[in-house]
């Protein structure tokens, strides 16, 4: 069993910033990778950034040069710096873990940006 702990969502202003942070542990031998998803009400829940344990990244084309997802394979700690944030980042945030070939997500957190 894997589990996930985010941390680090909030309120920002429009230009703002704010970091996620998200710790794996319990049985996590062979994590492949861990990102970060988001779901806005009413939409369906989409990537944001993902890093591989060999350090590739994969960002979304909506939060490229804004977005930085860094990875630390030791403690199995995934984060995203946030910067620029816009109205249309408001969303909960899903850490999710790759394990042998399994998806573990964790409850999330909530992101708001406004004014």
């Known amino acids: 069993q894997v589990q996930l702990g985010e941390s680090g969502g909030g309120l920002a202003q429009p230009g703002g910033s704010l970091r996620l942070s998200c710790v794996a542990s319990?049985?996590?031998?062979?994590?492949?990778?861990m990102g970060w998803f988001r779901q806005a009400p009413g939409k369906q829940r989409e990537l944001v950034a993902t890093?591989?344990?060999?350090?590739?990244?994969v960002y979304a084309d909506s939060v490229k040069g804004r977005f930085t997802i860094s990875r630390n394979n030791t403690d199995n700690v995934v984060r995203l710096q946030m910067n620029s944030l816009k109205p249309e980042d408001t969303a909960v945030y899903y850490c999710?873990?790759?394990?042998?070939?399994?998806?573990?997500w964790g409850k999330g957190t909530l992101v708001t940006v406004a004014s």
């Open positions: 890093a591989t344990t060999g350090g590739d990244t």
């Open positions: 999710r873990a790759v394990v042998r070939g399994t998806a573990y």
């Open positions: 319990g049985n996590i031998v062979s994590v492949t990778s």
